[in-house]
């Protein structure tokens, strides 16, 4: 069982709805990651919130917007999605970023996505 | 910007037959981690190196950090079915103060029986 919890673990949504994915930890990590994941690609990196802040956006468009209401919970809101950002969406957890070497990552199971 | 590249990005071999997959980065790295995805599944954390030209081993895998930090390896002596997955390097970078970790390509690794 993994310890970083992801739900929904399927989702399906239109061009103009608005959904969340929704991931949770208790392993007092203080740093959260998402991830995005084609089919037979790498997982490449979107947001990290570091002790509850924004620290990085990989030029991220702003159709995700992240969110981290507490240290155990992030958000990943998505609006007015578009078909090619179907894709399973990782959520991943670690000790704080700012020691080199100290980061290893524990991954949820992922929420699968698919836009029409 | 930073790239991981890894080779082969498929591998078949026949169970009992060892498996290498070799990661390359663009620019030098503080550390580099291997994680395994099985199919389905998600990334799980296999190892951690950290300095220059260590080697680590777990069982049958044993894992290489280059002399300049810039590459790695992986090797599975006489692989098994459970081998089977994607095994993904991921390099640390450091950006403005935060660390991240970019994957590599990866390499799928199909276990014949």
């Known amino acids: 069982d993994t310890e970083v919890t992801q739900t929904p673990k399927h989702l399906v949504m239109g061009m103009t709805n608005k959904k969340s994915l929704k991931c949770e930890q208790h392993?007092?990590?203080?740093?959260m990651y998402w991830y995005k994941q084609k089919a037979k690609k790498p997982p490449e990196l979107m947001f990290v919130?570091?002790?509850?802040?924004?620290?990085i956006n990989e030029s991220v468009p702003s159709r995700f917007s992240p969110e981290c209401p507490n240290s155990s919970l992030l958000n990943l809101h998505l609006h007015a999605l578009q078909p090619e950002d179907s894709a399973l969406y990782l959520c991943?957890?670690?000790?704080?970023?700012?020691?080199?070497?100290?980061?290893?990552?524990?991954f949820g199971a992922g929420s699968r996505l698919t836009v029409l | 910007g930073q790239q991981v590249m890894q080779i082969p990005q498929y591998q078949h071999v026949q169970e009992g037959e060892d498996f290498t997959t070799y990661c390359n980065s663009s620019t030098t790295l503080s550390n580099i981690q291997w994680y395994k995805q099985r199919p389905g599944g998600h990334p799980v954390f296999l190892i951690q190196l950290v300095k220059s030209g260590e080697v680590k081993k777990q069982k049958r895998l044993t894992f290489q950090f280059g002399e300049a930090k810039k590459n790695s390896s992986l090797h599975i002596t006489a692989t098994q079915t459970t081998d089977v997955g994607t095994y993904f390097c991921?390099?640390?970078?450091?950006?403005?103060?935060?660390?991240?970790?970019?994957f590599g390509t990866g390499t799928r690794l199909k276990v014949l029986a």
């Open positions: 991943a957890s670690s000790r704080p970023t700012t020691v080199a070497g100290a980061n290893v990552l524990t």
């Open positions: 392993m007092g990590h203080r740093a």
């Open positions: 919130y570091s002790y509850e802040k924004l620290s």
């Open positions: 991921a390099g640390e970078h450091r950006d403005s103060g935060t660390y991240k970790y970019i």
